[in-house]
Every structure is written in C-alpha cells, then in structure tokens.
C-alpha cells in the first residue's frame, strides 16, 4: 500500500527552524506533492505544494518563511521551516496525488503527521 512517512517534528522556540521530510513509497505517476496542517480546533488547511511541472504555492502566513522542495529520485519532499511563531504549532501531514501501485487507485494520500509544536 501506499505510505508517506514523515519526520522532523518537534519542539523549538520562537524564531527556531526545523526541517519535515516525507518519503513516499508505492505510489507513481506523481503529480503533486505538498504539506497541510491542522491545529486543535481549526480546520486543516494548506501550507504549501510543488506540482509536477509546476510552480511552488504558499499559504499568505508563510510565504518567506517556509520553503517547499522535493527530490523526485528518492520520492523525498521537504518543508523547510525558519522563523518559526507559535501560531505555526499544528500537526503537519504530507499529501501527495498519484497512483497506487498496488490498487492502481489515483488520489489523494495521507501521511498520519508529525507534530510542530512552538514556544513563545
């Protein structure tokens, strides 16, 4: 089955930097990866995607701050994450849109989170 791994959480203080990594493995034809997150309470919402063939897209409240990238040999994409704010704390969940290779399903897919947690 598909699965998305993602590491790279944790806790650091205000203006602090991390790194989220995601390994996709059993999924093909990739065409777009990309990184939301949800807080206690609030809707899940979009941080940022990196189509195939396409260009970057950021959330207005990280633009400057977060950088996506992906790197397709190993199936990787990255969030990296400086000048951190305690409204960045959330559960952060990979998503890639592709093609199972075991089902042959297209959709969406899930990683189950990493927790970034900032302190003021």
């Known amino acids: 089955q598909v699965q998305l791994l993602e590491s790279g959480g944790g806790l650091v203080q205000a203006g602090g930097s991390l790194r989220l990594s995601c390994v996709a493995s059993g999924i093909i034809n990739i065409v777009g990866m990309g990184w939301y997150r949800q807080a206690p309470g609030k809707r899940r919402e979009l941080v940022a995607k990196?189509?195939?063939?396409?260009?970057?897209n950021y959330a207005d409240s990280v633009k400057g701050r977060f950088t996506i990238s992906r790197d397709n040999a190993k199936n990787t994409v990255y969030l990296q994450m400086d000048s951190l704010k305690p409204e960045d704390t959330a559960v952060y969940l990979c998503n890639v849109a592709g093609s199972s290779t075991y089902s042959r399903r297209y959709g969406d897919y899930w990683g189950q989170g990493t927790q970034v947690t900032v302190s003021s």
């Open positions: 990196i189509p195939s063939g396409g260009v970057t």
